[in-house]
């Protein structure tokens, strides 16, 4: 492990003998055992920067989250071929080879936004189709659960390998309620824990699932009492209601957040009160009355919470407000209040925290200055804490793009997502990327973030033509994909998407933004973000700068070529949403511009000029030279388009990631999965809000 004491890099080698081959530690003073993967909201806000310090390291030793962390980004996974009975005969290239499908969860299905779908992985190390323990992934419908209507659903034979249908509902079950939050699963996969409202009450679910049902006839399901629910027979469910202050409380905006060191579940209210839930997945579920829980964190003006997250580093608890207040809540209950920090929607979404530095960041859609547009309104803006922050202060702070003031309400900011050179260092240095500008057009921003400290934002693509709400930003980082690895950064605008196959609707889309890496072997066709946020296509196979030397000067001109050590780059252009899919004859092109040719590619305009008459000319597959000739146009090859898009009505919720594969060991890997904001046509089981599954790579 990268960067960690002398002392401490032999125990991690032997830890990381188990978690390769899928033991999970499941408590500090517990021994190892043989585990599968979550994979849900709750992953991507408790985070860690590789550990560089023996103290660093023995914080995490025992942290089932850091382990989940490095098997995420490290492990190849292969199609089970014995469990299938498949060949991987027939696979086609990387960009077409992942059949993503759409199911429908109903008519009028959404369970909002920032809610994310949650998959599990029985074998860390190999992926299963239907069977004793398949691969499968739960998606909260959003709707009233009825005798007709699944409150929840799961899918498995998730992939186009598997044969057979692809996918088929593992299970469904109206659990009496309607799920507005993102389910979460235990370590062994065996349950599923969510918060859902009932006439206007939150009740926490424990639901140990079996196979069977429908998304249009749940299976039966039994309700037990919390001491009768460790004991019962699958499928069977438990409840708690959210109590505080004596009253039973709703819960449309808070997921639950389970600490499963110490097997404990942390949610909190519409009213402002944290809970603290013991024995949720191992022993008997107590809700926790003493030591100053259930605390409500600001009595003087309670508002509702969003998704709690517990950092194991500090032993806190931080929480945020739609007051626009964001919390710090010790062991004991005692709470710590920052200054306001969001005047717009109030903090919608979880924090982030990286447990190693002891970092923590917050996204406000509006502040309340007037530094944006031109200094005439608010901004949007992403804080970083300290997770020992002092009370009624506020941090550092980010702008990314503009807001509105009040009265007008903004959109709401979602939660950012670190790349792979963030969580690769010691010393947290790397790039958060979100999508701001919550007063107008959705925009992606990276803020670079070196040693703990972020830098000025740099503004990307705009991902929509008016004025509209974004998702979450989901990073996702394949070492082992085609060529070398790749990164890409997802999000999800709600209508006027600009991709090239939203139809000026609501869109997913996703771009490259694989960081450079110095003496990395590159080959012809990989691409990198510039520090300009522009694509850089490998043209000339080398390798790449030392660390020492750091990356090369980047040719910033369109078309341009940047010498990088034994490497060769191309400047494709600016990271787009879409470009221009046909060329026109006799047309008067201006340097730097850029479509998509016929066979796939960009090609750019380097000698500005008129095209010739149609048809259009033979273009170059070659990555640079020699160029296309075009009347007195000339283009250059400028690799494969960096970004594609899906069309998702009404947008998308969050979005999480499914395997990271090596090509051909995994035919239908390498996925995202999310679930549409509005009906639309999906690929099979009819119209309605879909859960969907797309490729990484290309997105179709």
């Known amino acids: 492990m990268r960067g960690i004491g002398a002392r401490s890099l032999g125990y991690c080698a032997g830890l990381l003998t188990l978690v390769a081959v899928g033991w999970i530690l499941t408590g500090r003073a517990a021994s190892p055992r043989q585990q599968g993967l979550p994979s849900d909201w709750s992953h991507r806000h408790v985070i860690f920067s590789e550990p560089s310090t023996d103290a660093q390291a023995a914080a995490v030793m025992y942290e089932p989250r850091y382990w989940q962390q490095w098997n995420r980004e490290h492990l190849i996974r292969t199609l089970s071929v014995s469990d299938v009975g498949l060949s991987h005969r027939g696979l086609k290239n990387e960009r077409a080879s992942h059949e993503d499908w759409s199911v429908s969860l109903g008519s009028g299905a959404n369970a909002g936004a920032g809610v994310f779908p949650a998959k599990y992985f029985f074998q860390v190390t190999s992926a299963h189709c239907a069977g004793v323990t398949p691969d499968y992934v739960v998606f909260s419908t959003g709707l009233q659960g009825t005798s007709g209507q699944a409150s929840i659903v799961a899918f498995e034979n998730l992939y186009s390998g598997c044969g057979g249908s692809v996918p088929m509902v593992y299970w469904a079950f109206n659990t009496g309620g309607q799920v507005l939050t993102s389910p979460t699963i235990s370590v062994d996969g065996t349950q599923v824990a969510f918060v859902q409202t009932t006439a206007g009450i939150g009740n926490l679910v424990l639901l140990k699932w079996a196979a069977g049902g429908t998304v249009g006839s749940p299976a039966p399901l039994t309700a037990v009492s919390n001491a009768a629910y460790r004991g019962c027979a699958a499928p069977c469910m438990t409840t708690i209601t959210l109590r505080g202050g004596g009253v039973s409380n709703d819960d449309k905006t808070s997921s639950v957040f389970p600490d499963y060191s110490h097997d404990t579940i942390w949610v909190g209210d519409a009213f402002g009160w944290l809970h603290k839930i013991t024995g949720v997945f191992n022993t008997t579920p107590t809700v926790v009355t003493t030591g100053g829980f259930p ?25 945020g407000d739609a007051g626009g207040y964001f919390y710090r809540v010790s062991s004991t209950g005692v709470v710590t209040r920052s200054g306001q920090v969001d005047f717009g929607t109030g903090v919608v979404a979880g924090p982030i925290v990286d447990s190693t530095t002891g970092k923590v960041y917050v996204f406000a859609s509006a502040d309340n200055t007037v530094a944006c547009a031109g200094g005439t309104q608010p901004c949007s803006a992403v804080y970083q804490f300290g997770t020992s922050f002092a009370g009624n202060t506020t941090g550092a ?16 900011l979602f939660e950012g997502g670190f790349d792979s050179k963030y969580f690769a260092s010691g010393n947290a240095t790397g790039n958060l990327y979100v999508c701001g500008n919550t007063g107008s057009t959705p925009t992606l921003y990276q803020i670079p973030i070196n040693a703990g400290t972020m830098g000025a934002a740099v503004a990307g693509p705009t991902l929509a033509g008016a004025t509209t709400g974004c998702s979450p930003v989901t990073d996702i980082s394949n070492p082992n994909a085609t060529g070398g690895t790749k990164e890409w950064i997802f999000a999800g605008v709600q209508a006027s998407g600009l991709g090239n196959s939203c139809a000026s609707g609501g869109c997913v889309m996703n771009y490259v933004n694989t960081p450079w890496l110095p003496s990395h072997a590159y080959t012809v066709g990989q691409q990198v973000l510039d520090t300009h946020f522009q694509i850089q296509t490998c043209r000339t196979a080398g390798t790449s700068r030392t660390a020492a030397l750091g990356p090369p000067a980047w040719n910033i001109a369109v078309g341009g070529s940047t010498t990088d050590a034994g490497a060769r780059w191309v400047n494709q252009g600016p990271q787009l949403a879409a470009h221009a899919t046909t060329w026109l004859p006799l047309h008067a092109y201006a340097a730097g511009t850029a479509i998509i040719d016929s066979n796939g590619n960009i ?13 259009h000319p033979t273009w170059q597959t070659t990555i640079y030279a020699p160029t296309t000739a075009d009347g007195t146009v000339r283009w250059r090859n400028a690799g494969l388009p960096a970004t594609a898009s899906l069309a998702s009505a009404g947008g998308s919720g969050g979005i999480i990631i499914d395997n990271i594969v090596g090509s051909g060991t995994l035919a239908g890997a390498s ?30």
Do not use: M, R
Not at 401 to 412: E, H, K, L, Q, R
Not at 603 to 615: D, F, I, L, R
Not at 689 to 697: F, K, L, M, T
């Open 671 to 700: 996925q995202i999965y999310f679930s549409t904001q509005s009906n639309q046509a999906c690929g099979s089981g009819g119209t309605g809000g879909c859960a969907v599954q797309a490729s990484q790579s290309a997105l179709f």
């Open 295 to 319: 605390v409500q964190v600001y009595p003087a003006n309670p508002t509702a919470l969003t998704s709690p997250v517990y950092d194991t580093g500090s032993g806190n608890v931080f929480v």
């Open 603 to 615: 090609q750019v305009v380097t000698t500005p000029g008129t095209s010739k008459a149609a048809p």
């Open 397 to 412: 702070k980010i702008t990314v793009g503009a807001s509105v003031a009040f009265p007008s309400t903004p959109s709401p």
